[in-house]
């Protein structure tokens, strides 16, 4: 099974919601496919930032909505409108819709069972420690702690990122729960996978770019085309398909991302040796729209809570698979990430060797990752680093696997004093690493700095003023570690500027 239609002529039509803003949601509330019944109440079981997100975002689409955690103080913070991530816009809503009594939260699962219509699942999917697989406790517990308790028709539907296999593995679970507990009600189970770019949610859960649902009966994809009548009738492309396809369609969009990410950092480590322009070279190819040009801005690589644990989770999947070979590439993708964190300290040396002591030295291959080489520590030990941004990308406080925090603490191991400053990301780096100095001013970070490097592309440093900056630091040095300054303000004030991707030769860049 598998089709897509066309959601502007055939989806039911509904009224457009109010996006965000402190006044009531003006979104209609929705009615059911008869359009005679009740609508549908919603629950959203996890409240972390997929949870809470989706659970704001239902509300301000008009639904009922009742979200469920186990941890009482995370219920007791959304319940006073407080959010434990930053995540633009989805406050505001959060505020709004619990205000107003359409979202409302609990730790019951009895109440949610007895309750709901529809149940979506957004628990975390991490890493297991030590491993590469995805650990799906809490996804299983989600299910079984449902199907022990719903006492009416209803339908689970999970958004949680899994391993393929995961969706047809928990349909048995729900159905040996259910037959135990003996509980009254048709309970199915759908899955319709989550494309949330953080820093834009609110955004992609309002007015997605598709939507895509793995259903096994024609009355589960009614269900959630009800849910998602807004967006179909907005012109949302609909994709409804299997359990493995559904599940497949998040770990493959995001390994796809991160193959483009990766492609371009390895042309880096060429130009880097050779010469040429990374950027040039991306915008050349980018023309072609068999490539098209996002995803290609060379940097210190991809972080965050998702590219990295799911790339990670497929492979550990293909291969209880048996089929090692055929995502063979994904370990060499990862690791060409990875190099790009040590390409930003061997430039860290080498832009300070060539300031302190007129000759560029390199760290040396006798260090690697988190363990400094003699050559790196000699250079760097007691210098003065701006560390500008740690988290994973700009518009979040996400430090999760974040290569901007990791080079700042690799910095420090190597003896570095580092000054960090992110808009949003201090304090969750400082849970990780409370060892680095965090100041809360870009002034405060670059003062009498001997290098300012710029790890995370925030737009209060995409729009610093060379002179300025270079009035308060004590050399004038500047690695961007994400290619998105112009060299030439920063030549013209009298900085040594280098860049992933570009040779470093300072006596020819100005």
């Not at 009600?185 to 989550?194: D, K, Q, R, S």
């Not at 260090?367 to 500008?388: D, F, M, Q, T, Y």
């Not at 990308?393 to 999760?400: H, I, L, W």
Request: hydrophobic share 45%; proline share 5%; aromatic share 6%.
């Amino acid at each position: 099974m598998g089709h897509v239609t066309n959601p502007a002529i055939d989806a039911v039509q509904t009224e457009p919601a109010v996006r965000t803003g402190t006044a009531a949601s003006t979104a209609p509330r929705p009615e059911s496919a008869a359009g005679g019944g009740p609508p549908l109440r919603v629950s959203v079981v996890g409240t972390g930032y997929l949870g809470a997100t989706h659970a704001a975002c239902m509300a301000e689409l008009g639904f009922e909505v009742l979200g469920l955690d186990i941890d009482q103080a995370k219920i007791d913070a959304l319940t006073r409108g407080e959010l434990p991530f930053h995540e633009p816009g989805l406050p505001e809503l959060l505020t709004q819709h619990v205000q107003s009594g359409r979202l409302r939260f609990t730790t019951s699962y009895e109440e949610v069972g007895a309750w709901a219509d529809v149940h979506f699942i957004g628990v975390g999917t991490p890493q297991k420690p030590g491993e590469s697989a995805a650990d799906l406790r809490f996804v299983d517990a989600a299910v079984r702690s449902l199907a022990e308790h719903i006492t009416r028709d209803a339908l689970i539907v999970g958004k949680s990122t899994v391993p393929v296999g995961t969706a047809a593995r928990l349909k048995d679970l729900l159905a040996s729960t259910r037959q135990a507990a003996g509980l009254p009600g048709t309970v199915e189970l759908a899955w319709n996978p989550e494309f949330l770019r953080e820093g834009y949610a609110v955004k992609d859960t309002l007015t997605p770019d598709r939507l895509v649902a793995g259903v096994e009966s024609a009355h589960a994809e009614d269900i959630l085309r009800q849910v998602y009548a807004k967006s179909l009738a907005e012109g949302t492309p609909w994709i409804a398909t299997d359990f493995e396809t559904a599940e497949l369609v998040k770990v493959a969009a995001n390994a796809f991302l991160a193959t483009k990410i990766s492609f371009i950092n390895a042309f880096s480590e060429i130009t880097e040796q050779v010469g040429g322009d990374i950027g040039t070279l991306a915008d050349a190819i980018g023309h072609d729209p068999r490539i098209g040009r996002k995803f290609l801005n060379a940097g210190v690589g991809f972080g965050g809570g998702c590219l990295p644990k799911d790339i990670r989770a497929l492979q550990a999947r293909v291969s209880e698979l048996g089929l090692d070979r055929t995502m063979r590439f994904l370990a060499e993708m990862d690791d060409i990430n990875l190099r790009r964190r040590d390409r930003v300290v061997d430039l860290a040396v080498q832009v300070l060797s060539h300031s302190l002591h007129g000759s560029v030295r390199v760290a040396g291959a006798d260090g690697a990752g988190s363990v400094p080489s003699p050559a790196a520590v000699e250079i760097l030990n007691g210098a003065k680093i701006a560390i500008l941004g740690v988290t994973f990308k700009p518009n979040s406080d996400d430090v999760r696997d974040s290569p901007a925090l990791d080079v700042a603490n690799r910095l420090y191991t190597a003896g570095a004093e580092v000054a960090v400053y992110d808009p949003k990301g201090n304090a969750n780096a400082a849970k990780r690493f409370p060892r680095l100095g965090y100041v809360n001013t870009l002034a405060k970070a670059v003062i009498g700095a001997d290098l300012l490097i710029l790890l995370t592309e925030w737009d209060e440093f995409r729009q610093m003023d060379p002179e300025d900056i270079g009035r308060l630091m004590d050399r004038r040095t500047l690695i961007d570690a994400r290619n998105v300054l112009d060299p030439s303000p920063w030549h013209a004030a009298g900085f040594t500027h280098a860049a992933l991707g570009h040779r470093f030769a300072p006596d020819s860049s100005g």
